[in-house]
C-alpha cells in the first residue's frame, strides 16, 4: 500500500543546454498541485492517506543546486547522475515508492503522477516510467521519434522480452520514472559513479533478476531536446562509455540494430509527410550520434585528451 511518494527533482547539467527557469518552477508547480489532488482522492478511498515528499531544486547555479526541503546545496563537481538521486532517495526514509524527475519535464495532466504509480498494483513491478512526448510544431523530428521510443500502448517487460525487444527491455528513464524501495534497495540504489544512464543500469539489474519494468503510456510528460549534431555525439559517446563501465546486460544484448530500425521508420515518415527538408538535418544528427557512440564503445582504446573533448561529462573523468 501506497505510504510515502519522494519527487526529486534533480537537474542534469548539460552545459550546452539552456533551461528556461520558468518551465520548471511551472514543472513543480504542477506536480505540488497533482499530489495535493491524488492525496485527497486517496484518502476518501482509505483510512488513512499517504505522505508526500517533494525534495524541490529551488535554486541552480553555474556552482551549485540547492535543495530546498533540506537546505542542502550539491556542488557542480559533486554532482553524479546517480550518486545524486540516490542521496535524494536517501532522505525519503519512510517512502514505498521513488519518484524522479527531471525539472525541464513538465506534466501532459493532472492524472501523471496517478497514472505511473498505478504499474505497482502488479507485484511483479519494481521500477515504471512514463511516456515523454514532443510538440511537432517546435520540433518534428523529435515528436516523430518520441513516438518510436515512448508508444502509444503500456507494456510490462521482463526477461522473456530480451530475445524480441533487445535493450529496450530494460529501457527506463528517469525524466519520469518510480521504483518500488524495497527492490530499489536491494538493488543497491543508483550506482554513485555513473556519467549517464543511472536509470537503465538500475533497470537491467532488475530484469537480471527477474523482476518487471513497467511503461506506462498514460503517465505523459513534455520533454525534448534541441541538440545540434556535436551534441548528439557528445551524448551518444557519453551514453556507449555508460555501457562499457557497466557491462552486464548491455554487452549481452543488440542495442544497433534497434537505432536502425528507428532511422529507417523515420526517413519513410517524413518522406510520407512531405517533410523532406527535414530528412539531411536528421541524415547528419543520425551521423554524429552514430560516430559517438561507436567512440563511446572503445574509449579505452582513445587517448585521455581525446576523451575529454569527446564527453559531455569532464567531472566524470576526474575522480
Same mark, same amino acid.
Given at each position: ?25 511551472? &514543472? ?73 524527475? =527531471? ?23 519494481? &521500477? ?29 517487460? =521482463? ?11 530494460? *529501457? ?115 551521423? *554524429? ?29 576526474? &575522480?
Amino acid at each position: 500500500m501506497l505510504d510515502v511518494i519522494n519527487i526529486c527533482l534533480k537537474r542534469i547539467p548539460m552545459e550546452s543546454r539552456k533551461h528556461d527557469y520558468k518551465n520548471r518552477t511551472l &514543472a513543480a508547480a504542477r506536480l505540488r498541485k497533482e499530489l495535493e489532488m491524488l492525496s485527497d482522492k486517496v484518502k476518501k478511498l482509505m483510512n488513512f492517506g499517504p505522505h508526500f515528499h517533494i525534495c524541490d531544486v529551488s535554486e541552480i547555479t553555474e556552482d551549485h543546486i540547492h535543495l530546498e526541503s533540506w537546505n542542502h546545496d550539491i556542488k557542480k563537481e559533486e554532482f553524479d547522475h546517480g550518486k545524486t538521486r540516490d542521496y535524494g532517495a536517501s532522505l525519503a526514509k519512510e517512502a514505498d515508492i521513488l519518484m524522479f524527475m =527531471t525539472d525541464d519535464a513538465i506534466p501532459k495532466d493532472k492524472y501523471m503522477v496517478e497514472n505511473l504509480i498505478k504499474a505497482f498494483d502488479d507485484p511483479i513491478v519494481t &521500477a515504471a516510467y512514463g511516456r515523454q512526448m514532443a510538440d511537432p510544431e517546435k520540433n518534428y523530428i523529435e515528436y516523430y521519434t518520441r513516438i518510436f521510443n515512448y508508444p502509444l500502448e503500456s507494456r510490462v517487460k =521482463t526477461k522473456e522480452d530480451l530475445d524480441t525487444l533487445g535493450i529496450k527491455t530494460f *529501457f527506463c528513464s528517469n525524466v519520469c520514472s518510480a521504483y518500488r524501495r524495497s527492490e530499489y534497495d536491494a538493488m543497491g540504489g543508483f550506482e554513485h559513479k555513473t556519467i549517464f544512464n543511472e536509470d537503465m543500469i538500475m533497470a537491467s539489474k532488475m530484469i537480471e533478476d527477474g523482476k518487471a519494468v513497467a511503461y506506462q503510456a498514460d503517465a505523459r510528460v513534455w520533454h525534448w531536446h534541441d541538440y545540434k549534431a556535436i551534441q548528439q555525439l557528445h551524448r551518444n559517446f557519453d551514453l556507449a562509455v555508460s555501457q562499457v563501465d557497466h557491462g552486464g546486460l548491455f554487452l549481452k544484448v543488440r542495442s544497433e540494430s534497434e537505432g536502425v530500425k528507428m532511422v529507417i521508420a523515420t526517413i519513410k515518415h517524413l518522406f510520407k509527410k512531405g517533410k523532406l527538408y527535414l530528412i539531411p538535418k536528421y541524415v547528419i544528427d543520425t551521423g *554524429f550520434k552514430l560516430i559517438g557512440y561507436k567512440l563511446g564503445r572503445n574509449y579505452k582504446k582513445l587517448p585521455k585528451w581525446m576523451v575529454l573533448k569527446l564527453t559531455m561529462n569532464q567531472t566524470y573523468w576526474k &575522480a
